[in-house]
Nanobody, 122 residues
Framework: QVQLVESGGGLVQAGDSLRLSCVVS????????MGWFRQAPGKERDFVAS???????NYADSVKGRFTISRDNAKNTVYLQMNRLQPEDTAVYYC????????????????WGQGTQVTVSS
């Protein structure tokens, strides 16, 4: 059973930075493509970033240049470095894993974490 556990969320001010972490257990982490999604109250789950098993990354236009996704296969961990945070970044952030898919459709990812709240005050 593949399990994903996110951490690193919190309450910050606009312009601050946060780094989210997602630890994966129960599977061969290096084989998985990983994604970050977010969901604000009353809204759909939106794609943020993804990274393939070999490293190439994709980003939503809204976070390009501010967020960076990375992975450490030795630690079974994927990170999301978030800089210059804005109030519109406020959401629950979810980590997701899939053996093959690195796109933006959340329905394609097989495994999910429980989410971590990020709140950005103005």
């Amino acid at each position: 059973q593949v399990q994903l556990v996110e951490s690193g969320g919190g309450l910050v001010q606009a312009g601050d930075s946060l780094r989210l972490s997602c630890v994966v257990s129960g599977g061969a982490f290096s084989n998985y493509a990983m994604g970050w999604f977010r969901q604000a109250p009353g809204k759909e789950r939106d794609f943020v970033a993804s990274i393939s098993w070999s490293g190439p990354a994709n980003y939503a236009d809204s976070v390009k240049g501010r967020f960076t996704i990375s992975r450490d296969n030795a630690k079974n961990t994927v990170y999301l470095q978030m800089n210059r945070l804005q109030p519109e970044d406020t959401a629950v952030y979810y980590c997701a894993a899939d053996l093959f898919y690195t796109g933006s459709d959340y329905l394609e990812y097989d495994y999910w974490g429980q989410g971590t709240q990020v709140t950005v005050s103005s």
